[in-house]
C-alpha cells in the first residue's frame, strides 16, 4: 500500500481539522525517509528487493541546510500535471511505498508566468508550459539536488527526463525560460 502526503495541504491550517503537532511530527518522519534512503544503496543482486529501484540515474551531493543527499541514489517523479514553464506537480517516491505529493521547481530558471502583466507574457508562458510538457512527456522523471524553495509547499530541484538529462538546460536553450538566481524576476512585458 503506497501513502500519499501533500506539504500543500499539510502547510495550510484548517479551521476544520486543526493540525495541532502533527505537522512536526510528519516533517520529522520525510526527513527520516530522505535520511534512510540516502543510506541505503540498491544492490546489484536482481533477486533482491531494492534491486527494482537500481535502474535509476544517481542524484548528486549537494548541502541545503543541514541535510546532504546521497549521490548514489535518485528519486523518481511521477509528473501529475505542468503548472508552468518552470513548475510541475509530482509525486515523489521518498522512499519504497511513500511517495510524496508536491510542486517541483526547475531550479536556476526563471519561466514567464501565466498570471501575466501583459498580453507579449502570456503568450511565451503558453508556449514554455506546453514545452515542459513536451520534455516531460519523454517519461523517466527524477528530480536530484532537492532542496527548499522559498514557497512553502514547493521545492527546487535538478529535473531530468529519459531523453533530456537537465530540464532547466533545454527549457534555457529554447528561449523557454531564462537564467536565475534566486532574487527580483525580470519583466517579460518589455
Not at 87 to 113: N, Q
Not at 131 to 136: K, R
Request: aromatic share 6%.
Amino acid at each position: 500500500m503506497t501513502s500519499h502526503l501533500s506539504f500543500a495541504a499539510l502547510s495550510h491550517r484548517r479551521h476544520d481539522r486543526p493540525l495541532g503537532g502533527l505537522l512536526p511530527i510528519l516533517g520529522v518522519i520525510f526527513g527520516l525517509g530522505l535520511g534512510v534512503g540516502a543510506i541505503i544503496r540498491s544492490p546489484s543482486t536482481p533477486n533482491h528487493p531494492i534491486a527494482a529501484f537500481a535502474d535509476r540515474a544517481p542524484i548528486a551531493a549537494t548541502r541545503h541546510g543541514a541535510a546532504a543527499f546521497n549521490p548514489q541514489l535518485t528519486y523518481a517523479a511521477e509528473v501529475l500535471r505542468v503548472i508552468d514553464g518552470d513548475t510541475f506537480a509530482a509525486r515523489v517516491r521518498v522512499w519504497p511505498g511513500l511517495d510524496v505529493d508536491t510542486k517541483v521547481r526547475l531550479r536556476s530558471i526563471d519561466a514567464p508566468e501565466l498570471h501575466a502583466r501583459c498580453a507579449r507574457e502570456y503568450l511565451q508562458a503558453e508556449a514554455a508550459r506546453t514545452a515542459l510538457q513536451t520534455i516531460l512527456a519523454a517519461g523517466g522523471v527524477t528530480v536530484s539536488h532537492i532542496g527548499a524553495d522559498k514557497y512553502r509547499g514547493r521545492i527546487d530541484a535538478d529535473v531530468m527526463t529519459r531523453g533530456t538529462a537537465d530540464v532547466s538546460a533545454a527549457m534555457l536553450k529554447g528561449g523557454w525560460a531564462r537564467s536565475y538566481d534566486g532574487g527580483r524576476r525580470g519583466s517579460w512585458c518589455g
